[in-house]
């Protein structure tokens, strides 16, 4: 739903060490990449070379991301040396965290556009590029594995996303509090009092539920695991991400925070734990969004949709 956050995921079939030491090479996106060419290395994690979206030269920065909860790197961009302002952090996420014993990593990368500096190109072709380039990077780390077909993971993996205009540091104290999920859902209903950061509960078909939440916060950003175990034996996971739109727009001002909610979906087999459907997720994002930052004093910013906009459009929200 966020106009500005663009994610895409992919399963690969590839030990977690070699997907990220591919990953952590810059010269690298010479080989998978539509038209990212590395021409000039600046430092040992930064070169500037083309770019598919751009016809004018572009800075790009390496930094590397590790867990708990996942390990990962991120792209920071843009057009002068050290001022980086389009963000893309990579995750790789092992396959046994959705399904135990499998083999692989999910691999799930976002890109943030900031819409007062994304050139019209950009915000159109970010999409199908970055759905495009992601197979190429599983076909190449596959072929390296010794596949000649693409692999299939048991799960498929899915993101929504909204803006929520209030601090991040509040949507991280709500969401992780297990006291709430019958607050900004309508899909389970308590069955006794949390306990810590567990609670159980009972779905629309009254099949029993424990949840785990567990927060896990850096600077600008957080991850919040949500872990649901069904009475089937199945479980749901489906976590939070969130970044500050500080650091998703690098824009020092801006306020608010980026909300994606990812969802790993059985792919091969028919199973019936946890929700059906994306838009499940992207209602309790809307939920989630109204109560955030109504207890933020925030009455204005619901109403303007679900995606980000410029500091100079604040004025304009405050008139009645």
């Not at 430092?43 to 390496?62: F, N, R």
């Not at 867990?67 to 396959?95: K, L, N, R, T």
């Not at 019209?120 to 992601?134: G, N, Y």
């Not at 072929?143 to 509040?170: C, F, K, M, N, Q």
Request: aromatic share 12%; with cysteine.
């Amino acid at each position: 739903m966020e106009r500005n956050t663009f994610p895409v995921s992919a399963y690969i079939s590839a030990p977690s060490g070699e997907v990220l030491s591919y990953l952590k090479q810059l010269k690298n996106l010479d080989e998978w990449t539509l038209f990212s060419r590395m021409r000039r290395e600046v430092d040992p994690h930064t070169w500037i070379g083309t770019a598919s979206a751009y016809q004018t030269p572009l800075y790009y920065h390496l930094k590397e991301m590790q867990g708990p909860p996942f390990d990962g790197i991120e792209w920071h961009c843009g057009m002068h040396e050290g001022q980086y302002y389009q963000v893309y952090p990579v995750h790789v996420i092992p396959a046994d965290y959705a399904e135990p014993g499998a083999s692989g990593v999910y691999l799930h990368w976002t890109s943030f556009l900031d819409p007062a500096r994304a050139t019209p190109m950009l915000s159109a072709a970010v999409a199908p590029i970055h759905s495009s380039e992601i197979r190429s990077l599983k076909s190449i780390l596959e072929r390296r594995a010794g596949h000649r077909v693409p692999a299939i993971g048991s799960h498929r993996l899915r993101t929504a996303s909204i803006y929520v205009d209030a601090p991040l540091e509040a949507g991280m104290a709500y969401l992780s509090d297990p006291r709430n999920i019958p607050e900004w859902t309508h899909r389970l209903r308590p069955a006794g009092s949390p306990e810590g950061r567990t609670g159980h509960y009972l779905t629309e078909y009254d099949q029993r539920v424990r949840l785990t939440l567990t927060p896990t916060a850096r600077p600008f950003t957080g991850v919040i695991e949500y872990d649901a175990v069904h009475e089937s034996g199945e479980t749901e996971r489906a976590p939070f991400f969130l970044y500050s739109c500080a650091y998703a727009f690098s824009v020092p001002d801006a306020s608010g925070f980026i909300l994606l909610r990812t969802a790993f979906q059985h792919s091969v087999t028919s199973r019936f734990a946890g929700k059906q459907s994306m838009d499940d997720y992207r209602a309790e994002l809307v939920n989630a969004k109204r109560l955030i930052e109504t207890a933020a004093g925030n009455f204005t910013s619901f109403a303007q949709g679900p995606s980000y906009f410029p500091a100079d459009r604040h004025d304009v929200l405050q008139k009645p």
